[in-house]
């Protein structure tokens, strides 16, 4: 059983007319970092609770829970979620879910973090919480968006970066517009071209490398498939170690 509880909105975040960071107690269980949980609320209109998974963007050691929401045009919960206001309510389940997690990678000596739009949320609650990294010589973490004000976690990657003293190295992607201390592109191109290894100055290979993928389902499996093709990368499977693990965010 996992039933539904009720959390409390302690603040909502606008960054952008798409965009909200959404900061919410709940007497939860304990999760991991990487995990996702579901909120609901109910639709008027079929008196059905309206469900959908989200990321936690909150290290488990910080009991303010905090989800990174996109605003989907026509979306049914996005929308309400975007809309609510301190005091309000919503409900969450109260044990969490996914293997999008760090016991689940093999020692590496470069852990490689992908992610598209909010699927930035995993990476950020795994460098909060800092266990378990010490496996990894070097962590990379790439968030790339289409416009540059949907950069809205930037700060905080910048934060960790100084936090880990060299052992972070952090790169941001825009592929709409350009941006100077960007990289211009998708994810997909950028890794072809090698852009994108130049520019951290590490090399990814099946030899030193584990990528983790979150995002954009079309990413996901176009990186894949260009992994395996280009550099003899497989997905990572519990009954068989690989050098990829996924994770689609819708």
């Known amino acids: 059983m996992n039933p539904w509880i009720d959390a409390e909105i302690l603040k909502i975040k606008k960054w952008t007319k798409n965009l909200c960071s959404i900061f919410l107690k709940a007497n939860i269980s304990e999760f991991q970092a990487g995990q996702f949980t579901k909120l609901a609320l109910f639709d008027s209109d079929t008196n059905k609770k309206i469900q959908r998974a989200y990321s936690f963007v909150n290290a488990p050691s910080n009991k303010n829970l905090e989800i990174y929401i996109a605003r989907i045009q026509n979306g049914k919960l996005s929308n309400l979620l975007y809309n609510l206001k301190k005091g309000d309510n919503v409900f969450i389940k109260k044990y969490s879910f996914g293997f999008f997690i760090l016991n689940e990678i093999p020692t590496c000596e470069i852990l490689w973090m992908l992610a598209t739009g909010t ?50 190295k952090i790169q941001t992607i825009v592929s709409r517009e350009k941006n100077n201390n960007s990289l211009l592109g998708r994810i997909p191109f950028l890794l072809q071209t090698e852009i994108l290894e130049k520019k951290i100055g590490l090399e990814m290979n099946c030899k030193n490398s584990h990528v983790m993928l979150c995002g954009n389902p079309n990413m996901v499996k176009e990186t894949c498939s260009l992994l395996h093709t280009l550099k003899n990368m497989n997905k990572h499977l519990r009954k068989k170690n690989g050098h990829i693990t996924t994770e689609n965010y819708w």
Do not use: W
């Open 119 to 168: 699927a930035i949320g995993p990476y950020c609650s795994i460098l909060e919480e800092n266990k378990d990294l010490d496996r990894f010589k070097h962590v990379v973490l790439v968030h790339a968006v289409r416009y540059q004000n949907e950069l809205t976690y930037l700060p905080l990657m910048q934060k960790l970066h100084s936090k880990y003293n060299g052992k972070l």
